[in-house]
């Protein structure tokens, strides 16, 4: 069975500081795919990003990074110095090799950034 | 590229009466669409998988004929949700997998639906 863990509710933050969103998954797979997903007020989802399983190299893009860690089963994501448009909800989600399966969805961090 | 539409953004309608909900890929072909369900506040929970031309797989827990899917064409896939009533409020969300993507997912803005 696949499930994916997003331990932290609700963050709050102020603006400018640096916040990391824990994402735990279990999968049975050897070959999976990891996702991040933000969901503003409005409620459409915005990809963030993916990561093959074979891809442990760290990502940065602009403000964000993501860090892959395949021995702790961790997909983690930082936003550093924080804005406020940051607020929202974020997805972390997984999905299998198999072809036509759905991703799988953690129960998102609420993410609150204050000026 | 891999842009979905989904209609309507909301909806309201009267309790017993149906409702149907489109989801259409609009640059792309997508053999295997996914309607998710929402609750306030919580994750999205997958309802069922659709592909194109045949009988959609719901998940456990999901009534087929109170939500029903219908993928008939490569780029529409629909969700009606059948005598509905205030419980079946929630925010809808269909998912597109692009043929030629591996594993790229593409998500419609989501229907609201409140059922009075």
């Known amino acids: 069975a696949q499930k994916v863990t997003q331990a932290q509710t609700e963050i709050s933050v102020v603006e400018k500081e640096d916040v990391t969103l824990d994402c735990v998954y279990e999968t049975r797979d050897t070959t999976y795919y990891l996702f991040w997903y933000k969901q503003p007020p409005s409620g459409e989802l915005v990809f963030l990003i993916r990561?093959?399983?074979?891809?442990?190299q760290n990502e940065i893009s602009g403000r964000y990074s993501w860090n892959f860690q395949k021995s702790t089963s961790s997909f983690n994501f930082t936003i550093t110095a924080s804005q406020v448009v940051d607020s929202a909800v974020y997805f972390c989600a997984l999905r299998a090799n198999q072809a036509g399966t759905a991703l799988i969805f953690g129960k998102g961090t609420t993410l609150s950034v204050s000026s | 590229g891999a842009v979905v539409s989904q209609h309507p953004s909301w909806v309201i309608c009267k309790s017993g009466t149906s409702v149907k909900i489109e989801c259409r890929s609009l640059?792309?072909?997508?053999?295997?669409m996914f309607w998710y369900r929402q609750f306030p506040k919580q994750s999205l929970m997958l309802m069922a998988t659709?592909?194109?031309?045949?009988?959609?797989?719901?998940e456990q827990g999901v009534e087929k004929d109170k939500f029903l899917i219908n993928h008939a064409s490569l780029t529409l896939s629909t969700l009606t949700v059948t005598s509905a009533h205030p419980e079946d409020s929630s925010f809808y969300i269909c998912?597109?997998?692009?043929?030629?993507?591996?594993?790229?997912?593409?998500f419609g803005s989501g229907t609201r639906l409140t059922v009075v």
């Open positions: 990561r093959n399983s074979f891809d442990e």
């Open positions: 659709s592909n194109e031309g045949s009988k959609a797989t719901y």
């Open positions: 640059d792309f072909q997508a053999t295997t």
């Open positions: 998912s597109a997998r692009p043929d030629r993507e591996v594993y790229g997912y593409t």
